[in-house]
């Protein structure tokens, strides 16, 4: 059955949604997104993906036509026109359409902004039981990974080098220091129990599920670094694993082939995980009224 998506103050079936051949999110990657995940046809940790959202907005210059009200209003709506339980709202904003110039185009151009949605089960995720095995790559992006921007061709590249090697997922490697998965957020686990993830900078992605573990594991007593490691740190560890909004919590138990502790998911992995779905059940954003949908 096809979605209804949003597009530029429209509600239309997928097929009909005409992105322009000038818009700057096709000829330049000029363009954001952000990822909300649904539960129970609630919102799941909103309130951190729209923040990061307007904050990526404001770094590039980029306009978000609607105001806090209206944006999470548009959230609901696309849950109930598309009678959505389970799965993601993927919110896109471009410059808009222009013609093609490495200089902005002139203000007041109108933003191209794009919502749709993906049924998915995210209980259900047999990684979740089993783990993945992650390959090491080189971290060849750009500069600005803080801010979530819609240049995902490396992540996409070095994701296939890891499949190519036999792994299901790349992590990236920096001047000898992890920065990311391909689209996750990379935590390990040391010896002595310590949670160690990298600090916040250009070279990441602020991670709203990150931010949501690393309060749930302060919570549990957990002690926590936050600091850049090392690959051999990372195969040396107790347990690793990576936090996204379209997976939670996801252990990693091989690296390069290497076996992680002892090559099941780890026990503070997996309380990490029950932790974040239990507490974001509770805090998920459900609509306050009926939302119209004619």
């Given at each position: ?25 096709f ?9 909300t ?13 729209a ?41 896109q ?20 902004l ?16 089993k ?92 002690t ?25 919590v ?45």
């Open positions: 059955m096809s979605r209804t998506i949003y597009l530029d103050g429209q509600w239309l079936p997928e097929a009909e949604a005409k992105v322009s051949a000038f818009d700057r999110g000829l330049m990657g000029d363009a954001i997104y952000e990822v995940c649904v539960l129970d046809g609630a919102l799941l940790d909103y309130p951190g993906h923040a990061r959202l307007r904050r990526s907005a404001a770094e590039l210059q980029l306009t978000l036509p609607l105001d806090d009200d209206e944006l999470l209003a548009l959230h609901h709506e696309i849950v109930a026109r598309n009678n959505m339980s389970s799965g993601m709202i993927y919110l904003l471009s410059r808009g359409a222009a013609e093609r110039d490495f200089a902005f185009p002139p203000e007041g151009t109108p933003p191209t794009f919502l749709f949605t993906q049924e998915k089960d995210v209980l259900v995720n047999p990684a979740a039981d783990g993945i095995s992650v390959a090491l790559v080189p971290d060849l992006r750009w500069g600005r990974r803080d801010i979530k921007t819609v240049q995902l061709l490396y992540p996409s590249m070095a994701k296939m080098e890891a499949k190519s090697r036999g792994a299901d997922d790349a992590w990236l490697v920096e001047d000898g220091f992890v920065t990311e998965g391909s689209a996750a957020t990379a935590h390990i686990v040391n010896a002595d129990g310590v949670l160690v993830t990298r600090d916040l900078s250009a070279a990441l992605l602020p991670g709203v599920t990150r931010a949501a573990i690393l309060e749930l594991a302060a919570e549990h007593g957990v926590i670094e936050e600091r850049a490691f090392t690959p051999d740190e990372a195969r040396a560890a107790r347990e690793a694993f990576i936090t996204s909004a379209t997976n939670f996801v252990p990693v138990v091989k690296i390069d082939g290497e076996t992680i502790g002892n090559g099941i998911p780890g026990d503070l992995t997996r309380a990490m995980r029950a932790a974040y779905i239990e507490t974001r059940r509770t805090t998920a954003l459900a609509p306050t009224k009926p939302v119209a949908t004619a």
